[in-house]
Nanobody, 127 residues
């Protein structure tokens, strides 16, 4: 089992940057593939970015490609989401999630492929 705690959210102006962190606890935390999702008020949760356990494979939603970067430091059991050129439409609660799915390269974009979730961190981008 793994516990996830997000941090780094806040209020930023459009065009600004934020870095979210997701600290994972548990002996096998580094073996999990990880993803970031977000949910804006009145909208469904959507996939943002994901990477496999080694960080060698990364995946992004088209809406954030070229602006966001996902990475991990397995020595620190932490996953990061660097968010640049933020837009008001990026405003949402951001959640990190962990997956042990064998088919992660196929299921990474679906929330149902993740077994563990953090509590979320609010990101607000003002125009």
């Amino acid at each position: 089992q793994v516990q996830l705690v997000e941090s780094g959210g806040g209020l930023v102006q459009a065009g600004g940057s934020l870095r979210l962190s997701c600290a994972a606890s548990g002996r096998t935390a580094s073996r999990y593939a990880m993803g970031w999702f977000r949910q804006a008020p009145g909208k469904e949760r959507e996939f943002v970015a994901a990477l496999n356990w080694s960080g060698g494979s990364t995946y992004y939603a088209d809406s954030v490609k070229g602006r966001f970067t996902i990475s991990r430091d397995n020595a620190k059991n932490t996953v990061y989401l660097q968010m640049n050129s933020l837009k008001p439409e990026d405003t949402a609660v951001y959640y990190c999630a962990a997956s042990l799915s064998t088919y992660f390269s196929i299921t990474y974009y679906s929330g149902s492929g993740y077994g563990y979730w953090g509590q979320g961190t609010q990101v607000t981008v003002s125009s």
